[in-house]
């Protein structure tokens, strides 16, 4: 058996047919791969210094940096926002019934990327699309700012609350949920653009890198900011605790404005 797999030739004429088109299909692929190898070596090289001079590539590093930092923002205080007692504006949630939010968003926010953003893509385009995403951040920190509101004044009151409001909670963290796992889709029309934007194709790596360093940079500021910003704003009691929110409300405007520059 080994004999003849390895040493003996094909003769079954289906065979052979099929052998012919996949050397020509290869060879074919060579071709391609050698041609397009050789006209990037043709293409010049662009440091960091002369990719970040770019205005477009600017921007949208500026724009990068806002959604990651909203983003990874969102993510931690929704967790001591859930977890914080009501009399002092929070869900008074357990830390089961937290992950349990988190994992069905987490789903969604997959079957997002992988079903509803290629469709809205080809429909809407990558910029109207990624300034969607970007504008639905200041309307996700309102929301917070209202079922802080509603918690502090009836769940945390000594009657507590009624039905109907605890309803209104509820549809109010599935809006803050749903929403910041739809913004998300801002990720993928960020690469996008970042992509069409890079000098060359050999400068291709070198703007993703700047990219995921910028993304990285926010990540690592975020979750410190907006943590300490809310115990700063409830020890202190700033505009009743609603401080946070005014801040990160005011930053989501900020990242949705920047997207009108892009271009």
């Known amino acids: 058996m080994l004999v003849a797999i390895f040493f003996l030739k094909e003769t079954l004429p289906s065979k052979v047919s099929t052998l012919k088109d996949k050397i020509v299909g290869e060879n074919t692929i060579k071709q391609y791969t050698a041609t397009t190898e050789t006209a990037a070596v043709k293409e010049p090289v662009y440091t960091a210094k002369q990719i970040l001079s770019i205005p477009q590539i600017r921007s949208l590093m500026g724009v990068s940096f806002l959604l990651s930092f909203l983003h990874i923002s969102w993510d931690a205080v929704f ?76 769940v945390g009151s000594e009657t507590g609350a009624g039905v109907s409001v605890m309803a209104i909670i509820w549809i109010l963290v599935s809006m803050i949920l749903i929403l910041g796992r739809i913004a998300t889709m801002g990720f993928a029309a960020d690469m996008l653009l970042i ?69």
């Not at 997002?112 to 639905?136: E, G, H, K, N, W």
């Not at 409300?249 to 892009?262: E, Q």
């Open 79 to 154: 967790v001591l926002f859930a977890y914080t007692r009501s009399p002092l504006g929070g869900l008074q949630r357990t830390p089961a019934e937290i992950a349990s939010f988190l994992s069905t968003t987490g789903v969604l926010g997959m079957l997002l990327s992988i079903v509803a953003f290629p469709a809205l893509q080809q429909r809407f385009d990558t910029l109207p699309l990624y300034r969607a995403c970007m504008a639905l951040w200041p309307v996700v920190f309102i929301l917070f700012s209202a079922t802080s509101f509603i918690a502090r004044w009836t």
């Open 195 to 263: 992509k069409k934007a890079a000098p060359n194709q050999r400068s291709l790596g070198a703007t993703f890198g700047l990219a995921q360093m910028t993304g990285s940079f926010a990540r690592a500021l975020g979750p410190a900011f907006v943590n300490s910003l809310f115990a700063f704003s409830i020890d202190h009691q700033i505009l009743k605790g609603q401080f946070v929110w005014l801040v990160m409300f005011t930053i989501g405007v900020g990242g949705f404005m920047a997207t009108r520059r892009l271009r």
